[in-house]
């Protein structure tokens, strides 16, 4: 007879190590100011080649997703796709870190190249409240740093993290500049009133929803997207931009760019806007993806919950077998 394995559950930390992983990360911030940008991209590159190499787990699942996504390309396609995806990851923490110290409405010119966003800017200006989405791709954080450095009312939706103390320090960072940050937790209470005051309410529309999810065709295959989107723009009879912060080669550098505006009229007469509207925005992100794959985080575990046809399916086949 066999039995499932279980669980190991994770050790909460206490307030004293969450205060010790504090002041270390204070003391890395304030060695890497010392250093150049470029220097720190470097050296986060370097860093994203030794987490491919050595987070075995991590690189068997990115590699499984880039298969599953690309099954026309070759192993030596997959690996350096997945391997750039790893530096991508690491990099993101110095463009954090680095943004609000050098990226002013004086010079932001010499950081960015906004593309397709006119339209977008002058809805924003207008106040009438807007959906923004887009994925772990990039530099995703630097969307809402220049949001809010031109002055528009702009809040991102953000899981805090476990240790309270960088929770703290991270977003104030990221706020630094006139963006807000809301917990995802209490993030349900809060969104109809940011959105009925005209502000624009950024996602990242690219996380697994679990089983309360609707599913969407990402990559050729379904993905569990949350709902949450596409209700609030059809509740609010809202637009929904998605965009992306593309790193230009290996710089701090980006193109900021809208590829999709998805308008309350596009939706009027679907027969199921929700579905609709999940998967026209899921489309928006694959598009962008595919422009450059090295820049997604293929790590995530995208694909995780599974359709209840296709598991019946596998069920229906294990037992076939036994």
């Known amino acids: 007879m066999a039995f499932k394995e279980r669980k190991r559950k994770k050790r909460k930390l206490t307030r004293i190590e969450h205060l010790l992983h504090y002041l270390a990360l204070r003391v890395v ?11 720190n991209l470097e050296l986060a590159s370097f860093l994203g080649r030794c987490l491919w190499r050595y987070y075995e787990r991590g690189r068997t699942r990115a590699t499984d997703n880039l298969r599953a996504s690309y099954p026309d390309k070759s192993d030596d396609w997959i690996e350096r796709v997945g391997m750039r995806s790893f530096e991508q990851i690491v990099m993101l923490t110095v463009d954090i870190l680095y943004t609000p110290r050098i990226v002013r409405r004086s010079n932001w010119k010499d950081y960015a190249d906004f593309k397709n966003i006119e339209r977008v800017k002058w809805m924003l200006a207008e106040k009438r409240g807007m959906i923004m989405a887009t994925a772990h791709y990039g ?15 702009i809040y991102s939706v953000a899981r805090p993290l476990d240790n309270p103390y960088v929770n703290s320090y991270l977003y104030g960072v990221r706020e630094r500049m006139g963006q807000r ?17 005209g502000s624009a309410l950024g996602f990242i529309a690219d996380q697994d929803a679990g089983r ?3 599913f969407v065709d990402f990559f050729g295959r ?4 949350y709902k949450s ?4 723009a059809l509740t609010n009879d809202l637009p929904i931009a998605v965009g992306y912060a593309r790193r230009i080669g290996k710089q701090f550098r980006f193109e900021i760019a809208c590829n999709r505006l998805i308008m309350p009229e596009e939706w009027r007469d679907k027969e199921d806007a929700l579905q609709w509207v999940s998967q026209e925005y899921s489309n928006a992100i694959e598009e962008f993806i595919r422009e450059d794959p090295s820049q997604y985080w293929w790590v995530h575990r995208r694909w995780k919950t599974r359709p209840k046809e296709e598991q019946k399916l596998l069920k229906a086949g294990k037992k076939a077998i036994s």
Do not use: C, Q
């Not at 940050?181 to 005051?197: C, F, T, V």
């Not at 989107?229 to 609030?232: A, E, K, Q, R, T």
């Open 212 to 214: 309360k999810g609707i």
């Open 139 to 153: 530099n995703f954080e630097i969307i809402g740093y220049m949001l809010g450095l031109f002055g528009f009312d």
């Open 229 to 232: 989107i596409g209700l609030l």
């Open 222 to 225: 379904k993905a569990s997207t």
């Open 181 to 197: 940050i809301i917990d995802k937790k209490g993030a349900a209470r809060l969104m109809p009133d940011i959105l009925a005051d």
């Open 29 to 39: 911030v304030v060695l890497l100011h010392t250093r150049t940008v470029e220097e």
